[in-house]
C-alpha cells in the first residue's frame, strides 16, 4: 500500500494530555448557574401494585424545590415497544422502576428527601426466567398484554437444514447459557437538562446517539424535536450503555421544566449496577453438522432471551446472534429463531459486542468439538471452512475483503514462541475462536449517514465539524489525521468539533463499529472537496492551472517546480481578502451502499466485515480449579490500519472486558434483585490479572474504507470467551457452556470427572 504522511502512523490521542493530567471535565463536572439536584425513588418489590404514595414528608424538607410522580407529569411512553414511561403508575415490573423524583438544592437534601417518601405496595406474583415466563399461568408483567411475549421474533431459514443434518458425518449439540454482565464505566449515568424562557429544552448527556436521542426525548416529552438541543460532554466510558433513552434523562427534563431551573440528576455507584443497562441474559440451542472432510454443512439455534420488564437494545441481539450463526465461517445451511420474553428482571441494553460475544461462544465452541468428533486439528478445521473475499452468505451479506485465513495463520505463529512451561498441579491448554462482525456500518434504520463539514480558517487552523460522536474509543483522533492526509497539512492543525447537536450535522450514532468507516469517509469526502477550492484559488495567485499543483507539508506548490510554492495558510487568507472574497468550507455526507434487512432477515446490512482469530493459552490448577490466562493472542483484519496506535489499544480493551466476561463477571440477580452493586462485589479484573497480549494487524485494504480502513471497535472482545472455553477444555478435557468459568465451577466439574 502507498505510504502515507499521517495516515497509518502510530499517533497518541488528541484528547490524552488533557484526560492524564486531569483536566478534562466530565459531564459529573458541570455546574450552572442555580443548578438543582435530582434524585430518584425506586421500586422496592420486583412487580407490585402501587397502593399509596405519599410524598408529603419529603416536600416539606426545607431546600427541597420539587417532589414528581406519575399523576403529578404528563408522560408519554418511550422504547422500542413504547411499553414504559419514566415515572411509573399503577404498578411496578422490577427493582429498577422509577417511583418518584424529587428536586433539590443540593445532592444531599434530593437523597434524604427520596428517603422520607412514603409507598405502599401490594406484592404480585413476579417471574424471572422466560422459560417460566411464556408459560401459560406465568404472571402478567404487562397487564394488557395477552402473555409474556415480545412483540420481537426473528426467524431465518435458508436452504435444506434437515436433509444437512440427516447426512452429516458428525453432529454436535448443546445449550449454552449466558448470564447479566455490566459496563462498569469509570463514569456513572448522569443527565443534565435546563430550559429556556421560549420553551426550548438544552440536555447535556452522555447519548452515544445524540440525533436520536433527541427526537426520543422530544417524544417522551411531547415536544417537537426542534426544541430539543443536545450537548455531550466528554464521557467517561459507555461501551453501548449511551444507545438508548433511558428514564433518568426524561426525568430530569421534568424536574427542570417543573421548578425552572437547571437539574442535574447522577447515579451513585450502587444505583449505577442497579440502574444502568446490563448484557443482556440468554440461552442459545445450537446443533452443527460436517462432512467427513469437516466442511460444515448447517447450523441451527433457538436463542431464548430475558427481555426484563421493558424492551430495550438488549432484545434486538439476536439480530447480530443470527448474523454470527449464518456467517461465521462458511456454513450453506442455516435455520435460527428466537423467544424473548418479558420477566421482572431489570432489562438489558446494548454492550459492546451487542450479542455477538453469546453466538460466538457457542459457535467456537462446537467448531472445536466437531475437530475432535471427526479427528481433525482444531485450526485445520477452521481453515477448511473460512470465509473468503467474494462470499456471500445465507443472509446476503456480501464479503468485499476478508484475511480471515492470514488472521488464523497469524495466532497460530504466535502461540509457537516459547512458553514457560506449567508448575507444578498446573495443566496448558491453548483455545482458538474466530470472529466476524460487521466493519462497514450496520443499516438498521433507513439511513446510515454521517455528515461532515470541514472549513479554514484565516490562520490555516482546519476545523471538522463531524456528526460522529467521541465516547473515549479515539474517533477524534483518527477523523482529524484524515482530513490532515487528504489535505495535506499538518495533523496538529485539524481541530474536531463534534459536541453540540446545533453545531454538527446529522449522524446515526456511535455504535456497530461504524465510525470510522462511515465518518472517516464523509471526513475525507468533505476535506476532498475543501482541497480542490483550496488549489483553484492556489492556481490563480501561482498563475498555474490547478492540475499542476500539489499540496502536502502545509504548502502548495507547482508539481513541476516544487520551489514554486506558497504557504496553504496564505492561500486561505488571500481569498478572505481578495475582491468579492470567498471562505473555505465544504460539506459532504455518506451513506454506505448497504440495504436493510427485509422481513426475512435477509440483505446486505454493512459496505465491510471484519474477521479476526484469537488464541489464548492459560493454565489450570487441578486441585483448585484456578485458571491463569498466560497469553492472549489477537490477529484482526483492519483492512488498514490508520492509527496502529489506537487499534491496538481499542484489541487490549476488548480482551480486557471478554477475559471478564469469560472468567469473572456475573452481575447477580436473584428474584428480581441485584445483589451484586459495588465493585467489591462484581468481580472486574485488575490490571494485574492481564496476560501477556500480542495483537497483529493484518490489512487486506478495502476499497470502499477510507484510505482502505475497516472498523475496529468491538472485534477484541467478540471471540475471547469461546477462545478462553475451548482452552480450558485443552487442558482438563472439561466442556463448559456457561459463564463465568470460576475456580469453583472448574473444581466441581473436576471433582464430578474424578467420581
Known sequence: MTELSVVGKPTPKKDGAEKVTGRTRYLHDLVLPRLAHGKILRARHPHARLVRI?????????????????????????????????????????????????????????????????????????????????????PRVHDERPDNLTDLRYQFSHGDVDRAFAEAAAVVEGVYRL???????????????????????????????????????????????????????????????????????????????????PVKVEFERLEEFVASPT????????????????????????????????????????????????????????????????????YSGSMRGYGNLESTFAV????????????????????????????????????????????????????????????AGWRRGVGYAGMFHVAGGARIYRSDGCGAIVKMDDFGKVALITGATEIGQGSETVLAMIVAETLGVPLERVEVVNSDTAVKPW?????????????????????????????????????EPAERLAMNDGAIFVAAEPQRRLPYERVARAGHYAPGGRTL?????????????????????????????QAVVLDVEEATGAIRVRRVVSAHDVGRALNPLAAEGQIHGGIHMGLGYALAERLVVENGQVLTASFMDYAILRAEDMP???????????????????????????????????????????????????????RAALEAARR
Not at 442459545?284 to 472432510?293: E, K, N, Q
Not at 457452556?737 to 465451577?745: C, D, G, N, S
Request: aromatic share 6%.
Open 179 to 261: 448470564h447479566f454482565v455490566t459496563t462498569c464505566c469509570l463514569e456513572t449515568m448522569v443527565a443534565v437538562a435546563e430550559w429556556d424562557a421560549q420553551g426550548g429544552l438544552t440536555m447535556w448527556s452522555t447519548t452515544q446517539v445524540p440525533f436520536l436521542y433527541q427526537r426520543e426525548l422530544a417524544r417522551a416529552l411531547g415536544i417537537s424535536g426542534d426544541r430539543v438541543r443536545v450537548i455531550q460532554p466528554p464521557v467517561g466510558g459507555n461501551f453501548g450503555r449511551g444507545l438508548d433513552l433511558y428514564p433518568i434523562d426524561v426525568i430530569a427534563a421534568l424536574l427542570a421544566r417543573r421548578v425552572g431551573r
Open 54 to 138: 405519599d410524598t408529603r414528608r419529603a416536600a416539606a424538607l426545607p431546600g427541597v424545590l420539587a417532589v414528581l410522580t406519575a399523576a403529578d407529569v404528563e408522560q408519554e411512553p418511550f422504547g422500542f415497544a413504547r411499553d414504559q414511561t419514566a415515572l411509573k403508575a399503577g404498578k411496578v415490573r422490577c427493582v429498577r422502576d422509577e417511583v418518584a423524583a424529587v428536586a433539590a438544592e443540593t445532592a444531599a437534601i434530593a437523597e434524604e428527601a427520596v428517603a422520607l417518601i412514603d409507598v405502599d405496595y401490594d406484592e404480585l406474583p413476579a417471574v424471572f426466567a422466560p422459560q417460566a415466563a411464556v408459560r401459560p399461568d406465568a
Open 692 to 746: 501477556e497480549l500480542v495483537v497483529r494487524l493484518i490489512e487486506s485494504h478495502e476499497a470502499e474504507g477510507p484510505f482502505g480502513a475497516k472498523g475496529l471497535g468491538e472485534s477484541g472482545v467478540i471471540p475471547v470467551s469461546a477462545a478462553v472455553a475451548n482452552a480450558v477444555h485443552d487442558a482438563v478435557g472439561v466442556r463448559f457452556t456457561e459463564l463465568p468459568i470460576t475456580p469453583a465451577r472448574v
Open 364 to 423: 467456537e465452541s462446537q467448531m472445536d468439538e466437531l475437530a475432535d468428533r471427526l479427528g481433525l486439528d482444531r485450526l485445520e478445521i477452521r481453515r477448511r471452512n473460512t470465509t473468503k473475499s467474494g462470499d456471500v452468505n445465507p443472509q446476503g451479506f456480501v464479503v468485499t475483503s476478508c484475511a480471515m485465513r492470514e488472521c488464523l495463520e497469524a495466532v497460530a505463529d504466535a502461540v509457537d514462541r516459547p512458553a514457560p512451561p506449567p508448575e
Open 279 to 346: 448484557r443482556e441474559p440468554c440461552e442459545i440451542r445450537l446443533r452443527t453438522a460436517a462432512d467427513v472432510s469437516g466442511r460444515l454443512l448447517a447450523r441451527e439455534a433457538h436463542v431464548t432471551v430475558d427481555n426484563g420488564a421493558y424492551v430495550s437494545w438488549g432484545s434486538t441481539t439476536p439480530y447480530v446472534m443470527l448474523a454470527t450463526v449464518a456467517g461465521l465461517y462458511r456454513v450453506p445451511n442455516v435455520r435460527f429463531d428466537t423467544t424473548i420474553a418479558y420477566t421482572n428482571n431489570p
Open 585 to 613: 468550507v465544504a460539506e459532504a455526507f455518506y451513506d454506505p451502499p448497504t440495504t436493510m434487512l427485509d422481513k426475512d432477515l435477509r440483505g446486505n446490512v454493512s459496505a465491510t466485515y471484519g474477521f479476526a482469530a
Open 507 to 543: 449522524d446515526v450514532g456511535a455504535h456497530a463499529s461504524r465510525t470510522t468507516f462511515i465518518a472517516g469517509n464523509a471526513a475525507r469526502m468533505a476535506a476532498e472537496k475543501l482541497r480542490g477550492d483550496l488549489l483553484a484559488m492556489a492556481a490563480e495567485q501561482l498563475e
